[in-house]
């Protein structure tokens, strides 16, 4: 007995051919797949057009320090000026040869400065094109604090962003590291440039072991960028020293013309910082007070004291 299909149930599916809606769905998928490969063709063009980006990150505290003591002796910033933005430029040419096919975003420059002012000298640096100046804190021991951590969030940030490709690392703190490892997490390479060291290193072991290249920068680099500071000698010093009070005088005389020069808006920057002065700010006071009184102030540390009393009395008192 043949077995009939009950009326009304549709036809066995099996051997069928398939049904002109099997037909639709499948051409449907491939328009969308079609579609989806050009929109990544073109997704992939555009990336291959845009180019690669770097930024340079410059520890201050570091390159003071190195670039002193290779080319003068010493790491004391009082001893010597730095020619900022001629270093700068040369790390930024260096960079345009090291990345040959990578723009510039820009050159941080991180240093301390009391309550985060800046200094007439980081003032100049920030005014510079494509530099961003960050600035930690300076405690009473002249030591910076917070620049690490500035540090690893520029680094962390621009490279989750993808605003980085490479970044140069100036410095040699060890606690750079967890900034080294959090950009390398977000894809960027990280290459750490330091400052040639006469003797052993200037930069921790754990910093060398992390990064994805190393450089070092020697004397030739270093030295039209660093100038020892003349030491005055006076030979007639036989007689006594002046009294605290004249100093004093003396002191509130100089920050009379300071404030002459500089203006009421950099006096409201200096004040916070009371009773400290930026180290610029307080070597020029002593070398003009020197200059004045025709012999050194070196070994009088009570005649200094009194010196930046009064020109801080004078200063307040404008204010």
Known sequence: MDDAQPPGFPA?????????????RTTALADRLDRTNELLTRMLAEVAKTPSTHAIFVDA????????LLVTGTEDRRSFDLDAEGLIEALIDKARIIFADSRLLRVYWYDGARRRIHTTEQQTI???????????????????????????????????????????????????????EAAQGYGARVHLWGIEAGDGRNQAEPLLWEVDSQRTFDLDFCKPYVTRRP???????????????????????????????????QLG????????????????????????????????????????DGFWQHLQSQY
Not at 12 to 24: E, I, L, Q, R
Not at 61 to 68: C, K, L, P, R
Not at 269 to 281: H, K, N, T
């Open 126 to 180: 920030a005014e510079l094109p494509d530099v961003k100046v960050r600035l930690g804190n300076l405690n009473a021991n002249n030591q910076q604090k917070g620049v690490d951590s500035l540090i690893r969030t520029d680094l962390e940030s621009l490279a989750r962003h993808r605003a980085i490709s490479d970044a140069a690392l100036v410095g040699g703190d060890e606690d750079l590291v967890p900034a080294v």
């Open 269 to 308: 920057e200096l004040l916070p910082g009371r009773p400290y002065l930026p180290g610029p700010v307080d070597q020029e006071l002593l070398v003009e007070a020197e200059r004045m009184l025709q012999r050194s102030l070196r070994g009088h540390s009570d005649l200094r004291r009194s010196l930046r």
């Open 61 to 68: 505290g570091y390159v003071y320090a190195a670039a002193g």
């Open 12 to 24: 066995s599916s099996h051997g069928s051919a398939a049904t002109p809606a099997d037909g639709d």
């Open 231 to 265: 030491v005055t000698t006076y030979e007639q010093e036989n007689g006594p020293p002046p009294s605290r009070d004249d100093v004093r005088f003396l002191g509130a005389q100089i920050a009379a013309k300071w404030l002459a020069e500089r203006g009421r808006q």
